[in-house]
């Protein structure tokens, strides 16, 4: 969860691997919420059969999550049980889902904690709150006449004083930071960066004029114009040809390698800053599953970590790689290849995602179906909408009316609800 700032109102996020994998694996009732009677109608939530097993009553409902859904009544947010029990009585401006017995809570404009039983677990006094990396959330306090930002652990207490005036999420063990002009001493509006580790120590300050994430050990860093990267004690690695950085543009390291733009071409570094595949392509990408993406004379292919061409560029979009399959575009079509190159399926569709279960959802004259890993045509392009398939059945759309299907593409709830959601 880039990435984030947090609104005040619900943040329903459906998490839908965990939840696709979990729902595989439980005979438990599984309930999805629905809306029925238009725009001022309410939500209730069915089963799987289609039955309503709790009766349509509620302002605004999200997904069962850990056993609990939150809904809202006038303008303020609870959660029930699975047999429709008022568990927590409506009494907050926003909620998150719960996740491991916790769930966030606003109270005015304050973010704070409670449990399965309602009980505030975590005092709410928080503007802002991210998700947690690496096992600390970044949190948002008041402080004289602006926020200022510090680091709270599972438990809510604060291990990071509040005192950034800018700060993002740990990766790798460091998190970037900017510091603040009255507490660092600084007396004019430059409020210089750097990273910290988890104790809050301040483990280098920033020479350059930004910087990103760290990944593989190393973040890209940008002065004026030009790129380069940092190790974590913030020394720049070598470059090529002076101690400054000097490429035009620089992505992260991604298998150990990473894409740099030098005199209008493209090419790749090792971490020493070595270029191990000379500056030559009008584009590239990230290395995934051994290859990566390039493009010459406006088409795209791949090549493999010598810098060897191991599939001709001939398409006109590429996506990355993923279970030895990557989505290509040909003559505005979308189809799949393998990594030799060989066409798994061929470009015949408007839009194709990845696969999730063994099938891929597809879009043909703007209607949805799914295919399975051979290209053939398991659901036939029919619904204007479609969703992944959880607990056995996907969210249809058709003529602006919501139902479900199962993973034959028979509808098993005719589309008859406004808003629907995941079987849970």
């Known amino acids: 969860m880039s990435r984030k700032q947090i609104l005040q109102q619900i943040l329903l996020l459906v998490f839908l691997l965990p939840a696709f994998e979990a729902s595989s694996q439980s005979e438990e009732i599984l309930l999805a919420p629905v809306k029925t009677g238009g725009e001022l109608g309410y939500y209730g939530y069915i089963d799987k059969t289609g039955k309503m097993a709790i009766e349509p009553q509620f302002d605004g409902a999200g997904d069962f999550q850990e056993g609990l859904a939150p809904i809202k009544m006038g303008d303020k947010w609870g959660y029930i049980n699975k047999a429709g029990k008022m568990v927590i009585k409506p009494q907050f401006g926003g909620v998150y889902y719960f996740q ?15 449990d399965k039983t309602g009980k505030i677990v975590i ?108 190790d974590k004690t913030g020394k720049m690695i070598n470059t090529p040809f002076y101690d400054a950085p000097q490429f035009d543009d620089a992505r992260d390291f991604q298998e150990g390698l990473a894409s740099i733009k ?67 575009k040909l003559d505005d079509k979308w189809g799949y290849i393998d990594k030799t190159g060989k066409m ?3 470009p015949q569709f408007d839009e194709i995602e990845y696969f999730l279960g063994g099938l891929a959802r597809i879009k043909l004259d703007d209607k949805c179906g799914y295919i399975d890993k051979t290209g053939k ?14 607990g056995g059945l996907a969210r249809i759309k058709l003529d602006d009316k919501c139902g479900y299907i199962d993973k034959t593409g028979k509808i098993v709830i005719e589309p008859q609800f406004d808003e629907a959601g995941y079987f849970r």
Request: proline share 3%; charged share 25%.
């Open 100 to 114: 491991k017995g916790r769930a966030w809570i606003q109270i005015g404009y304050k973010w704070g904690c409670i």
């Open 344 to 346: 798994v399926v061929e």
């Open 262 to 328: 030098l005199r209008r071409g493209w090419g790749y570094i090792d971490k020493s800053g070595k270029i191990v595949i000379k500056p030559q392509f009008d584009g590239a990408g990230d290395f995934q599953e051994g290859l990566a993406g390039i493009q010459l004379d406006g088409k795209w292919g791949f090549i493999d970590k010598t810098g060897k061409i191991v599939i001709e560029p001939q398409f006109d979009e590429i996506e990355y790689f993923l279970g030895g399959l990557a989505r290509i």
């Open 123 to 230: 005092k709410p006094q928080f503007y802002g709150i991210w998700d947690f990396q690496e096992g600390l959330a970044k949190v948002k306090l008041a402080g004289g006449h602006d926020f200022i930002y510090g680091y709270i652990d599972k438990t809510g207490k604060m291990v990071i004083e509040p005192q950034f005036d800018e700060a993002e999420g740990f990766q790798e063990g460091l998190a970037m930071i900017k510091f603040n002009l009255h507490k660092h001493g600084y007396t004019d509006s430059h409020r210089p960066g750097g990273f910290i580790d988890k104790t809050g120590k301040i483990v280098f300050k920033l020479q350059f004029g930004r910087a990103e994430y760290f990944k593989e050990g190393l973040a890209k860093i940008q002065l004026f114009d030009k790129y380069s990267y940092i």
């Open 377 to 390: 045509i398991v659901i036939e392009p029919q619904f204007d909408e479609i969703g992944h398939f959880l």
